[in-house]
């Protein structure tokens, strides 16, 4: 065992956490030293409530004078990339960390810091767990905290584990690489560590993490494990809720950075959206085609380093904002052997099913028959359907007579349809939904003008002083 204490000149960082963008953090206080507080007494952390600390026997057991996970300024926590090592005194921020527990004197050695005693009767083989956290509403969990690590290699390391049922059962998530201490190799660097969350995490009110120490080196170390500043936080991205198809581009950014990414990288669900440029906190995007697109922020903490946590945003473009085509036809009801132009309107592109490319086609169904647009402008897709009507109009050329001496003709009829007859006659002319479109009265041989009529099938009633009759009539 050796400890190393930092002169008292060196100067004093008094730094802020940042918790401004995690739901959950734990600083562990300052104040009173609190020298061999352990971490699972409740006054440690008064705020999220106490961590706890289980003890294991596999893969080997503690020894009679195992180490211990403490909560005190024994180890005080100090900005990135400066040496550890600091004591009691001063500002006193505490931090958790793995230390000496040898009640026997003399004297005893109890809580020295990041500081361990090694050898077979001090194996160990303990975790310290949070309390639980509540991560419901929460998609992509973040884990971050500085960092001071050590340990002898192949002997010591720290398991960083999760519980996804509030400690029921765990899993490991990782084994914690052990930063570069060159720069303070028997007293630690402080450092930054963050880790994105597996999903079943994710919008689950019972999450705990464990950090599991293992030391059991025969000869020892200088330098354990301690943390501060552990912090639950979620990426976000901000983002027009909906991007028009017309101009299919919008703009994102990192609404909430995760604690310690300073470098983010874009991608997409399909991957077919342009970002300018890739990597950055904001970014714009072009969209190929309407749909649904599931945006993703990858942070780490240093430029191209390995991903650290995820942001995800769903984005539908169009959607709402499509205009819509239509189409017409230039004779709504046609004749078995006939032939109608169907107009697609309000795109710039058009297809026809059946059919094909253009903004007409030409059709000759021989019964009624339904067809599709689908029209195109900018990156606005719709579609629209149309029937076109179908009749067989047999007999309909010959002159229909309602008595002896009265003719209606000619069928099909133009912009005039004329009647002979004997005497007075009341004409009422109904569309192929029964509204009425034209009614008046005329006298023995008459016509009327039928120009404003549309194309299409018609009923003309008929009557007289003796009989009433309605008749099919169909104007091309």
Not at 209 to 234: A, C, K, R, T
Not at 235 to 240: E, Q, R, W
Not at 342 to 368: C, H, K, M, R
Not at 397 to 408: A, H, M, R, Y
Request: hydrophobic content about 35%; charged content about 10%; glycine content about 10%.
């Amino acid at each position: 065992m050796k400890k190393i204490y930092l002169a008292a000149c060196l100067s004093l960082f008094i730094f802020e956490a940042n918790s401004q963008t995690s739901f959950w953090y734990e600083g562990f206080n300052s104040g009173p030293c609190s020298k061999g507080q352990s971490a699972n007494a409740t006054i440690a952390t008064p705020t999220n409530g106490a961590w706890a600390i289980t003890s294991f026997t596999l893969p080997f057991m503690n020894g009679p004078y195992a180490n211990e996970w403490y909560i005190s300024a024994e180890e005080q926590g100090q900005p990135i990339n400066v040496c550890g090592g600091v004591t009691c005194g001063g500002f006193n921020n505490k931090t958790l960390h793995m230390s000496s527990n040898v009640p026997l004197p003399p004297p005893p050695i109890i809580d020295i810091g990041t500081d361990y005693e090694s050898g077979p009767g001090n194996n160990t083989n303990k975790r310290a767990e949070t309390p639980i956290v509540n991560c419901t509403g929460i998609k992509n969990v973040q884990l971050s905290f500085d960092l001071i690590y050590g340990g002898v290699p192949n002997f010591d390391y720290c398991d960083l584990e999760y519980s996804a049922n509030g400690g029921a059962t765990w899993s490991v998530l990782t084994t914690m690489a052990v930063p570069n201490n060159s720069f303070c190799p028997t007293i630690g660097t402080w450092t930054f560590y963050a880790i994105g969350l597996p999903p079943s995490l994710s919008n689950n009110p019972n999450v705990k993490i464990g950090f599991h120490w293992y030391n059991s080196d025969p000869v020892g170390g200088d330098l354990s494990i301690g943390m501060d500043n552990v912090q639950f936080s979620e990426l976000t991205i901000a983002t027009s809720a909906t991007v028009g198809c017309l101009t299919a581009t919008s703009t994102a950014s990192i609404a909430n950075a995760a604690i310690g990414n300073t470098s983010y990288t874009w991608s997409s669900i399909p991957n077919t959206v342009t970002f300018t440029p890739i990597t950055g906190s904001t970014t714009s995007m072009q969209f190929p085609v309407n749909g649904t697109y599931t945006l993703l922020a990858y942070g780490s903490n240093v430029v191209g380093g390995v991903a650290t946590s995820t942001a995800e945003s769903v984005v539908n473009v169009g959607f709402g904002t499509t205009p819509m085509v239509n189409c017409t036809s230039n004779n709504s009801v046609i004749c078995t052997g006939s032939s109608a132009t169907l107009t697609g309107l309000n795109a710039t592109t058009y297809t026809w099913n059946p059919g094909g490319p253009g903004a007409t086609t030409v059709v000759s169904p021989s019964v009624n028959t339904t067809y599709t647009v689908t029209g195109k402008i900018g990156y606005c897709v719709s579609t629209k359907t149309i029937m076109q009507m179908v009749d067989p109009c047999t007999g309909l050329f010959d002159l229909t007579q309602l008595e002896k001496n009265t003719v209606v003709f000619p069928n099909p009829f133009g912009n005039e349809l004329h009647f002979v007859s004997d005497g007075e006659m009341e004409i009422c002319i109904r569309n192929f939904v029964g509204d009425v479109v034209k009614r008046t009265t005329i006298f023995k041989n008459s016509s009327i003008n039928t120009s404003e009529l549309s194309s299409g099938i018609y009923s003309v009633s008929v009557k007289t002083q003796s009989e009433t009759k309605v008749f099919k009539v169909i104007k091309h």
